[in-house]
């Protein structure tokens, strides 16, 4: 029996610059589009970005996410939720609605393909020596919140969760099918942990790295995942809370990584772009890679259970 291609679902975070959000999802086709918008996202902003979208792009229920917030996994784990309920996609991705692609879909699906049980996650145990004095304890130990980019914490600490192995990575990840399933079930089942990383900081920092990479909650994580990213992101050694906004001098830097033959892993995705900023750098990768183009759909590249059109019921257990 031949094999089925591997398919990514693609979650998409977004809250605004609607037009590059439309832009990415037109250039995940063929590949479901599970997409999250901002609650504080404007109306007409909203409607921008959402209205027309092909049937292959499912709206996720509205949360109020925002800078360095716990409901910035709970739109992440919603995701999940939606892609393994209505798709048989073999892999969930993670992206921001100021991603881009760095390769097109069928090549996705090639790599994919040749990892069809293992995520790509680039992760790091605790303590992280980059992230403070004390390893990246402090966001964790402490309660926070966030409240317009600053950091609310109270100076009283508390036991950490027991058994789980502290982890922290990106947000941006792709998970095989059954990692993705694993996160699910362990919000579903230990609502003592989401109550916990409620108060964490820059939860979606810890909260599901820690997850995969605790063998009673993700048996099997260690060996089935490959501990590099596939995201190529600008960093340019400034002291910055976000990545710069790639714009046409950066080319050379992008091209170059995407292009370096030794490379084990490559880059499928980049970011950060946005409409005003990097026009002439996406038209160039669209032209590299043959993104916007009309082209026929790759034979080897097929939406799995790709979902009908219209919106997802909402998650509670996470949000």
Not at 125 to 141: H, I, K, Q, T
Not at 195 to 212: G, H, M, N
Request: proline share 9%; net charge neutral.
């Amino acid at each position: 029996m031949a094999i089925s291609p591997a398919v990514p679902a693609c979650i998409v975070l977004a809250h605004e610059d609607p037009e590059h959000v439309r832009r990415l999802v037109e250039t995940l086709d063929p590949f479901p589009v599970f997409l999250h918008v901002d609650a504080r996202t404007p109306e007409s902003v909203h409607r921008a970005m959402v209205d027309g979208l092909p049937e292959r792009v499912r709206l996720l229920p509205r949360i109020r996410t925002g800078w360095a917030r716990w409901e910035n996994v709970a739109a992440e784990v919603a995701g999940y939720r939606a892609a393994l309920a209505t798709t048989d996609a073999t892999h969930v991705a993670v992206l921001t609605g100021s991603d881009y692609l760095l390769a097109h879909p069928s090549e996705i699906s090639a790599h994919l393909g040749a990892h069809r049980e293992e995520s790509f996650v680039a992760s790091f145990p605790l303590p992280y020596d980059r992230w403070g004095r004390d390893g990246g304890f402090a966001r964790l130990r402490y309660p926070h919140w966030a409240w317009r980019k600053h950091m609310l914490r109270v100076p009283l600490p508390r036991r950490l969760p027991r058994g789980v192995t502290l982890t922290g990575g990106s947000q941006l990840k792709v998970l095989a099918r059954r990692h993705a399933a694993a996160v699910v079930d362990t919000v579903d089942r230990r609502p003592d942990l989401v109550r916990f990383w409620r108060r964490s900081w820059i939860a979606d920092e810890t909260f599901v790295p820690s997850v995969l990479h605790t063998p009673s909650l993700t048996p099997g994580f260690a060996e089935e995942h490959v501990p590099e990213s596939l995201w190529w992101i600008g960093w340019d050694g400034a002291a910055r809370k976000s990545p710069p906004w790639l714009t046409l001098p950066d080319a050379g830097r992008l091209f170059e990584r995407r292009a370096t033959p030794d490379a084990t892993t490559p880059n499928l995705f980049a970011r950060k772009f946005s409409t005003e900023r990097s026009g002439e750098l996406l038209d160039l990768i669209d032209g590299a890679f043959g993104l916007r183009e009309p082209r026929a759909a790759p034979h080897a590249v097929a939406a799995a259970g790709t979902p009908v059109a219209g919106s997802v019921a909402a998650d509670g257990a996470a949000s």
